[in-house]
């Protein structure tokens, strides 16, 4: 398992980040990664660990840009102004439900309910 996972949640604890958005548990997500890798080789478990952690940080910090109210190149998604009633909360909740919810699926599944749009590198 990877060493920096705690020392990234503690980090997600202290960003500016919206107060709907979950702090999710990514040491269980790297044990969820380690059980299916398949992999024998320990360095190549790890390379795909810290892949697999490396997209959750970058969900996240993307999830925190696209709710945020900052002018950025950067930002891949930007909050929906036009999002269904209670999208959010739903695509919240059954993330929740997932065994193991991570911040790349929350993307997808605010992505698919419209609570959040590709800006195809579109500033701001």
Not at 32 to 44: A, L, Q
Not at 51 to 76: D, S, W
């Amino acid at each position: 398992m990877s060493k920096g996972a705690p020392g990234v949640e503690e980090l997600f604890r202290h960003i500016d980040k919206p107060a709907w958005l979950p702090v999710y548990d990514l040491r269980r997500y790297a044990a969820k990664v380690d059980d299916e890798c398949g992999y024998g080789s320990d360095m190549m478990v790890g390379m795909v660990i810290e892949g697999a952690l490396f997209e959750e940080v970058l969900a996240f910090l993307n999830l925190c840009a696209a709710f945020a109210r900052m002018y950025t190149r950067q930002r891949p998604y930007k909050a929906a102004g036009d999002a269904p009633p209670g999208a959010l909360e739903r695509a919240l909740a059954e993330n929740a439900q997932r065994d193991c919810p991570t911040y790349t699926g929350l993307i997808e599944l605010f992505l698919r309910a419209g609570v959040i749009g590709e800006t195809r590198g579109i500033p701001g």
